[in-house]
């Protein structure tokens, strides 16, 4: 099988020729500190990995009721960046700030509650389908081709509760669900429209998945009872849309995960990740999860990065290779992956990631 035959073959639940074995995403701070600069796709041929390829491109937003102005602010620590967005409603103002390893948000966007009514002046992105399909032909048999739900700008997450938790901040949004779930669920309806739209302007993109979810919506985060009344009305009509138009969707969940596998399950995405064990801080047991669901979705991710892909011995990558096959491989529906982005990693220790997890056939 070819690399993209052997995905979507885990993907479609069927047996693939051998475990097909890829990382999520591949950190810039990784391949410079660790493999002298070395480009994405050359990672994979380097390690003898299954490809995977994020595409995105949007087309140039117009109007004239959401302007966003980012300039950078001083700041004893870290880079920061302070954006203003103008509406005819107000103006809304947050800061991010960075390293060499990611970026995050210390101010968000909406701090009161009647600032969503600037929220809602917020163009949502078109997918430019004939820049991502060329991109996509040209990548052919390699691999994965990988999109996402757009999260909100400046700083979001695909999901509606996940972009919800970026703009509000995720305490704010939990004590609010539990005192005025009338505005939440009028914040979450904002976000949900505009991701719709979005979503409707993939018709036609030639992606193999489509990202959705995000941490904040993980077990380690929030309760069963948020999440059926704030996460999955709404992801779900996500689901269903992509279907529509012959998407498949993977549901990403980077946290705790066994008390709501049924619950994402039933949302109806073709694939679920992070399976994240609980030596990385989640609390997945892969063969319980493959009992419980294994049957429903194709499952990515599983393996311990941290521990496995650093200070310890080859024989020891391999061996959580082989324990993750053996637990979720079964008949075939599982993508080994990373639990999630990893910055250290022994390149040594990926070789053994990469030549035990060939050597898994069915």
């Known amino acids: 099988m070819t690399s993209k035959q052997r995905f979507i073959s885990a993907l479609e ?56 102005v980012s300039e950078a602010t001083p ?6 960046v302070r954006h203003v967005i103008r509406t005819p409603k107000g103006t809304l103002t947050a800061k991010t700030q960075s390293n060499e390893i990611t970026t995050w948000l210390i101010e968000p966007l909406v701090k009161e509650k009647r600032d969503i009514d600037c929220v809602a002046f917020a163009p949502a992105p078109r997918l430019d389908v004939a820049t991502v399909n060329r991109a996509a032909e040209a990548y052919g048999e390699r ?16 999901g509606c509760w996940q972009d919800a938790a970026c703009l509000y901040g995720i ?48 077990s380690s985060v929030i309760s069963p009872e948020i999440f059926d009344a704030f996460v999955a009305p709404y ?23 066994m008390p709501f596998l049924e619950r994402i399950a039933d949302m109806g995405p073709d694939a679920m990740e992070t399976f994240t064990p609980p030596g990385m801080g989640g609390d997945v047991d892969l ?33 959580e290779v082989r324990r993750c096959f053996e637990a979720a491989g ?26 035990e997890a060939r050597a ?3």
């Open 13 to 68: 639940r069927r047996t693939p020729d051998r475990l097909p074995a890829t990382t999520h995403t591949l950190m810039s701070y990784f391949l410079k500190h660790y493999m002298n600069g070395m480009a994405e796709q050359d990672f994979f041929d380097h390690f003898g990995l299954d490809p995977i390829i994020y595409l995105c491109s949007y087309a140039p937003e117009t109007g004239k009721d959401w302007e966003i």
């Open 75 to 80: 700041d004893p620590d870290y880079p920061t």
């Open 143 to 158: 691999g994965l081709v990988r999109g996402g739900v757009p999260g909100f700008d400046i700083f979001g997450q695909p």
């Open 171 to 218: 305490q704010n949004l939990i004590l609010t669900a539990m005192e005025d779930p009338a505005w939440v669920h009028e914040l979450l309806t904002l976000l949900l429209r505009r991701k719709l739209t979005s979503l409707a302007s993939y018709r036609g993109a030639q992606y193999d998945l489509v990202e959705l979810g995000g941490g904040d919506a993980s």
């Open 235 to 257: 992801d779900s009509q996500i689901i269903a849309l992509a279907h529509e138009l012959g998407l498949r969707v993977v549901y990403h969940t980077c946290g705790g995960m």
């Open 287 to 319: 063969a319980e999860a493959k009992r419980r669901i294994g049957d429903r979705v194709c499952f990515i991710g599983g393996f311990d990065q941290h521990h496995f892909l650093r200070d310890c011995a080859p024989e020891d990558t391999r061996a």
């Open 330 to 355: 079964k008949n075939g529906g599982f993508i080994l992956s990373m639990s999630d982005h990893f910055f250290d990693a022994d390149p040594e220790l990926i070789r053994a990631y990469a030549d």
């Open 360 to 362: 898994c056939v069915y």
